[in-house]
């Protein structure tokens, strides 16, 4: 096995990470798992290295190296004839090349070795190039070569070996090194030939130890579909997936904090046909409509990637994220990794800077034309350029003007040259880790992958703009939609005394919003998870199979596919919802309001209209509070304790406290922690806050008999000015009037100060005055307000207009 000191053939577990010269990076990757982290019960596939002194054996063996470098001489890199030419003519002269009897020997005698091991006289193998330069921290050339599934007999091995040397000049790994300025000979390559993992019969994907959107460092970002993992990274599925919390997923909790389904309508397995490795088939809907993972093995998968990435951070001396691929046996049930590697997108990015895209078009909702899974953040306009099934051949013809918009079905890596030129892609399926999305993301250029359609309702020369500046959900809009970038830098924030807090509504901007590092949540509402992510009426969900309507019955089994009952979904979608808020700002307080629907925005849900009354004031009528003891309602308010329950308990988010909105005597408050006891939440135990919302001119007058019951209180001036004024806000008849500087409404918050620094608790305000009037600034902190919470487009005007007042205050 040892030929002039060169090693032609490793074991996996015999390498590490300072092999890469000699092993490749992704090799490197797995020996250091198997050697390191086997003890800590992550499991990989073994298997053995074809390593670069091979390939630097077979290519002199050939004697193929002036050959090949008489052909890259001629290369223009830009033009793609030249590239395509060159490509294939270095492929023919590698994949024309026979081995050595030295190293066939030695790659036959690892093979019958491994084949043994497994007790199988030709053992299935995937076999996966691995280059010097992949996978380094300064150059993501994960992708750039080829990988065989599937592959059995002796054959087979060394003809998928042979194109994986081969595969060192495909069209886009030859762009891809021109393009980050790699010596195309200074990159060596090997072969990792490893077991197969039965997931042809089970799941498998990718997971990311980062957010991969947002850059958040507390999240384990998991996709996953049926089958051979292909299909997720090549982007011909939509997967699942999940996202678990680190911190607490440590302490011992179980925080997946988001469960998305995805169209897995396909899977590849294992072929039976002659000459095939592998097939793709349709997925049964059964299976469709339910989530491929477990939550046990979505728990046991997240720690194992936690484990990767504090082992590769202890080594490296610096914060390592890792992508990570991995895969379910379905006979064995096992769960193992097949590949690890470092993030290289956002761990290099400089997080005290913070850019916004702010999207000038008020009225833009009634331009969009397609959603998708956002990727990324920014914001790009340009023409459609339809592409569908397009040859190596027919690239070099096809018109691409740089700023174009491409979209299509699923992107080929052989696209890559044309991608360069794109200022979007947007594709039918794929996932946030697929093909599209990484290329994306290494071109910083936005991507909306898995809208379903965008191939059908797009066309060609349309002016479009894709943005991916409005949380998780990317839209194409029709037309140029104005809109403008602003930079942030959070060094030069001025340091403020009373803490500012945030507004937050999406879960899905939550860890976008995390980098603006405030001191908490003041108000997240239910209503906006129940709106948009929920979409139905909870006692819908609770009784719609008692009510005869087939229709709505299966609007409510489509929605809640996957989970037990439409109960079920319910606490867990809102659970969900509530939880990555938690975790976004965690271990800062996170205060949730209690859903406040009005009976006239409740009805317009699904359901709705056999569980709401007609109110002629709906404002001042069945909301808050009233709804959560009433029989009417009290069912579904015990869903929303439920939920809170299982993000405390179940999460670990303890830092996640509620409040009661439009409790208008401490009687009701009573009656309302009478309901919650009953659903297992209660005030105090295991340190549960209950805020109330001071929205009513009888929380001011009553706010003394209110302060015995409750945590704190948070001003919610825009209901406080209404009702202290007597005005309906929505009237444009009396909208000159409303004001919430007006001295009576100024008098109503200064009374509710004092009544809760006698009663020795806390007491904020949530909404935008304190931001857009700094004498308004000014006379909260003079009267002692804890806290100010404003949405995060107002966060940076608010911290400045604060310390300009505190300034003030202190020269006097």
């Not at 000459?275 to 046991?300: K, N």
Request: with cysteine; net charge negative; charged share 25%.
């Amino acid at each position: 096995m040892i030929t002039i000191g060169q090693q032609f053939i490793l074991p996996l577990e015999k390498v590490g990470i300072n092999d890469i010269d000699k092993v490749g990076g992704k090799n490197a990757s797995l020996g250091e798992m198997i050697q390191h982290l086997t003890e800590r019960g992550v499991r990989v596939p073994g298997g053995f290295v074809v390593t670069v002194a091979a390939y630097q054996h077979f290519i002199a063996h050939n004697q193929l190296d002036s050959k090949i470098r008489a052909v890259v001489a001629n290369l223009d890199p830009e033009n793609m004839a030249s590239l395509q030419s060159c490509g294939l003519e270095v492929r023919n002269l590698v994949e024309s090349g026979r081995f050595s009897e030295q190293l066939t020997e030695e790659i036959l005698a690892a093979y019958a070795d491994l084949s043994k091991k497994s007790q199988q006289d030709a053992t299935d193998v995937a076999v996966r190039s691995s280059a010097t330069a992949e996978d380094l921290p300064d150059a993501s050339f994960a992708g750039q070569q080829e990988t065989y599934l599937n592959v059995n007999g002796t054959d087979d091995l060394l003809l998928t070996i042979k194109k994986c040397f081969a595969s060192l000049f495909t069209d886009r790994a030859i762009s891809y090194r021109h393009s980050f300025g790699y010596d195309h000979f200074q990159i060596g390559l090997s072969v990792c030939v490893q077991k197969m993992v039965r997931s042809d019969l089970a799941a498998s994907g990718v997971a990311f130890s980062i957010d991969t959107e947002s850059g958040f460092k507390d999240a384990v970002i998991i996709n996953g579909s049926y089958g051979l993992g292909e299909m997720v990274v090549q982007g011909a599925v939509s997967p699942d997936e999940f996202i678990v919390f680190k911190p607490t997923l440590l302490q011992g909790f179980a925080p997946i904090i988001e469960k998305k389904m995805g169209r897995k309508n396909q899977k590849m397995l294992y072929s039976t046909a002659p000459g095939e490795r592998v097939t793709i088939v349709p997925v049964s809907q059964e299976d469709e409509d339910q989530f491929c993972l477990s939550d046990a093995q979505i728990l046991e998968l997240a720690k194992w990637v936690v484990a990767i990435e504090a082992y590769y951070t202890g080594i490296k001396n610096h914060w390592c994220p890792m992508d990570v691929e991995w895969a379910v046996d379905g006979i064995t049930k096992e769960l193992f990794i097949v590949q690890a590697r470092p993030e290289t997108i956002h761990s290099r990015r400089e997080a005290t800077t913070v850019r916004e895209y702010i999207i000038e078009d008020k009225g833009r909702e009634a331009k969009i034309l397609v959603r998708g899974i956002a990727v990324g953040d920014k914001i790009a306009s340009g023409k459609v350029r339809l592409l569908g099934t397009l040859s190596k051949e027919a690239i070099q013809d096809y018109v691409f003007e740089p700023g174009d918009i491409l979209v299509t079905d699923m992107t080929d890596p052989d696209w890559e040259p044309i991608m360069k030129k794109a200022a979007a892609i947007i594709t039918n399926k794929g996932g946030r880790t697929c093909h599209a999305a990484i290329v994306a993301r290494e071109l910083g250029v936005p991507a909306i992958v898995g809208t379903g359609n965008a191939t059908a309702l797009l066309e060609a020369g349309w002016n479009i703009t894709a943005s991916c500046a409005e949380g998780e959900v990317g839209f194409i809009y029709q037309g140029v939609i104005p809109f403008h970038e602003e930079v942030h830098e959070l060094s030069k924030l001025p340091t403020v005394k009373t803490p500012i807090l945030l507004n937050v509504a999406s879960p899905d901007m939550a860890f976008h919003f995390a980098h603006l590092q405030p001191k908490g949540i003041g108000l997240a509402r239910e209503e906006f998870i129940i709106n948009n992510y929920i979409k139905a009426h909870p006692m819908a969900l609770l009784k719609h199979e008692q009510l005869n309507d087939a229709p709505l019955s299966q609007t409510i089994r489509l929605l809640s596919k996957g989970y037990a009952s439409g109960a079920d979904f319910f606490v867990e979608k809102l659970a969900q919802g509530i939880a990555k808020i938690g975790a976004a700002f965690y271990p800062n307080k996170v205060i949730v309001r209690f859903s406040d629907f009005k009976s006239n925005e409740y009805y317009n849900l699904p359901g709705g209209s056999y569980f709401e009354p007609h109110e002629e004031n709906p404002m001042i009528g069945w909301r808050g509070a009233s709804r959560y003891y009433a029989k009417e309602y009290k069912e579904a308010f015990g869903l929303e304790c439920k939920a809170i329950k299982k993000v405390r308990e179940e999460m670990g988010l303890s830092n996640v406290i509620v409040m009661v909105p439009f409790c208008r005597t401490p009687a009701e408050l009573l009656k309302v922690y009478d309901t919650m006891k009953e659903y297992g939440l209660e005030r105090g135990k295991d340190g549960l806050e209950v805020y109330i919302m001071a929205e009513l001119p009888s929380n001011v007058m009553l706010a003394a008999a209110f302060a015995q019951h409750i945590d704190g209180f948070s001003i919610g001036s825009n209901d406080l000015t209404q009702l202290t004024l007597g005005l309906d806000r929505d009237s444009s008849l009396v909208a000159h009037l409303y004001d919430e500087r007006n001295e009576a409404v100024k008098a109503m918050i200064s009374l509710l100060i004092k009544a809760a620094k006698t009663a020795g608790i806390k007491v904020g305000i949530c909404g935008q005055g304190p931001s857009d009037f700094p004498d308004f600034a000014q006379f909260l902190v003079e009267e002692g307000i804890d806290t100010i919470s404003v949405t995060p487009d107002a966060y940076f005007k608010t911290v400045n207009a604060i310390a300009s007042v505190e300034a003030l205050m202190a020269a006097r």
